[in-house]
């Protein structure tokens, strides 16, 4: 099962980015290129890929699953960056994390309106990054098709601030 492979896989590191944080490091899964594939696996068999047609992954470890399943299901894979990294006209949107704040990014032209766009991030936690990103998706007329994450800190309660745009939402080990 995908879910125990993950856990064992998955690092804990305490008071990290600062105290009283425990960092689900998915660096020890990076290092199994079979893990890795069964991860994209899980997700394709849990997806409707009919009614997907963009991968809108969120910085940065978003990009990494998020750019595999992007080509496996052979649709465009967009990024969702931290102000100032994307090179093109932007539009941008603040979001309150766990432990600070930030702001996204999304080139103005990444979507075309109707497009049905599944947003990807490594880890759901309080639901501030991928609101944000919902937001940004909104704002460029995208339909939001659903989400997916790899981990879910569940006791944090990030679903409950999605299921107003998508109950569609796929996670692959829960905390």
């Known amino acids: 099962m995908i879910?125990?492979?993950?856990d064992s896989a998955i690092r804990d590191i305490p008071d990290f980015p600062k105290h009283g944080i425990i960092f689900k490091d998915i660096t020890p899964i990076l290092k199994d290129s079979k893990l890795c594939s069964e991860i994209i696996d899980a997700f394709v068999?849990?997806?409707?890929?009919?009614?997907?047609?963009?991968i809108a992954g969120i910085?940065?470890?978003?990009f990494l699953f998020g750019l595999m399943l992007a080509?496996?299901?052979q649709i465009p894979f967009v990024p969702i960056r931290k102000q100032g990294k994307l090179p093109a006209k932007t539009i941008q949107e603040p979001c309150e994390l766990e432990y600070g704040s930030a702001i996204l990014e999304l080139h103005a032209d990444a979507l075309l309106s109707g497009q049905r766009v599944m947003i990807h991030d490594d880890l759901l936690a309080t639901g501030g990054t991928v609101s944000a990103a919902t937001r940004l998706v909104k704002r460029l007329g995208g339909i939001i098709a659903g989400?997916?994450?790899?981990?879910?800190l569940d006791f944090l309660d990030g679903k409950e601030k999605l299921k107003a745009d998508?109950?569609?939402i796929i996670t692959l080990v829960s905390y």
């Open 3 to 6: 879910s125990a492979k993950l």
């Open 45 to 54: 068999s849990q997806m409707d890929v009919n009614t997907i047609d963009v």
């Open 59 to 62: 910085e940065s470890r978003g």
């Open 71 to 73: 080509n496996r299901l």
């Open 147 to 152: 989400y997916s994450f790899v981990i879910s």
């Open 166 to 168: 998508s109950d569609n």
